[in-house]
Structures are given as structure tokens and as C-alpha cells.
């Protein structure tokens, strides 16, 4: 599948902050068929049990799938999470490179429906998500300025993965 674009990255969000020594700085594209994708790799500060990613992460991980997928037909909205639902498939380990996936499943002016996946790079499921978020104007989400604080203009030119 063929990458369109390369998302924008914040300075020091845990999953995609290029800032932030502890977060897992995970770039994220725009594929051809409309979904989001991302090639990452948690390392073992992210753990929970020994050779295990934290569950946390996991799901903040799905969660910014989940959104991010949104981004590709509106890449100006923001939206906060309403309700998740993380299955667990199987253990997801640090160290190794992984895949994550993003897709919109159902948009209106007001909500978005979305679903996420981690997977390894056999492409074994190892964590999925179904996820609902509220659209909401950047004002009634942060005071801050969002593109001066929070965004990168495409840090890297990559566009293959």
C-alpha cells in the first residue's frame, strides 16, 4: 500500500513527541486507502511485566491511531476520546519493530467512530481498539497555541515505510 503523506509530530505527547526522551516518537502516514499507519518500535522503559509493553501504552497507542485516522480527511480537527475498548491479543513486546493501523469507521460534524490495531510484523494482531471520540473546536481543548507548541511541519521527509 502506498504512503500519501507524513502526519505531523508534537514536541512532547507520549506517543509521537519528537521532545520527549520517554515516549515512544512514533511517526505516523497517510496511506492510499485512507487509513493511518505507523511503524514503531516501545522500548523497555514502556514495560510492564519483563518483555512485556505496559497495557497503558498500548491503548494510548491505539488511541492515537484511532484519532490520527480522523486527521486524514480533517488534518486541522481535534477531538478527545469518549469511550475505548482495548482487546489484548497477544503479549506485546519492546524492542522489536512493530506496525500500528488507524481507520475511520464513521464520522459526523460532532463524533467519529474509529478502530486501531498494533500489529507485529508478520502481521498477527497483538492488540486492537474500537474507539469513539467527541469533535470539538481546539479553544475547548487546550489554551495553548497548538501549532506553536505541539506541531513539527513534517520533521522528516520519509515517505516510504
Not at 519492546?94 to 464513521?106: I, K, P, T
Not at 510484523?121 to 471520540?133: D, P, R, T, W
Not at 470539538?136 to 513534517?154: F, G, R, S, V
Request: proline fraction near 5%; hydrophobic fraction near 35%.
Amino acid at each position: 500500500m502506498k504512503i500519501l503523506s507524513k502526519q505531523n509530530n508534537s514536541r512532547m505527547c507520549v506517543i509521537c513527541g519528537l521532545d520527549n526522551p520517554y515516549g515512544v516518537q512514533a511517526p505516523f502516514y497517510e496511506m492510499e486507502d485512507g487509513s493511518v499507519m505507523s511503524a514503531f518500535c516501545y522500548r523497555a522503559e514502556h514495560q510492564s511485566y519483563p518483555g512485556r509493553v505496559h497495557g497503558g501504552l498500548i491503548t494510548a497507542m491505539l488511541d492515537e491511531l484511532g484519532c490520527r485516522a480522523f486527521w486524514v480527511e480533517h488534518p486541522e480537527a481535534l477531538a478527545v476520546t469518549l469511550s475505548l475498548t482495548t482487546k489484548y491479543r497477544k503479549p506485546v513486546p519492546y524492542g522489536v519493530e512493530l506496525r500500528g493501523r488507524g481507520q475511520v469507521l464513521r464520522a459526523t460534524a460532532r463524533f467519529i467512530e474509529s478502530q486501531a490495531q498494533i500489529l507485529d510484523l508478520e502481521g498477527q494482531v497483538l492488540a486492537e481498539a474500537h474507539i469513539k471520540y467527541l469533535h470539538l473546536p481546539t479553544e475547548k481543548i487546550t489554551q495553548a497555541d497548538y501549532h506553536e507548541e505541539m506541531c513539527y511541519a513534517n520533521p522528516d521527509g520519509r515517505r516510504e515505510m
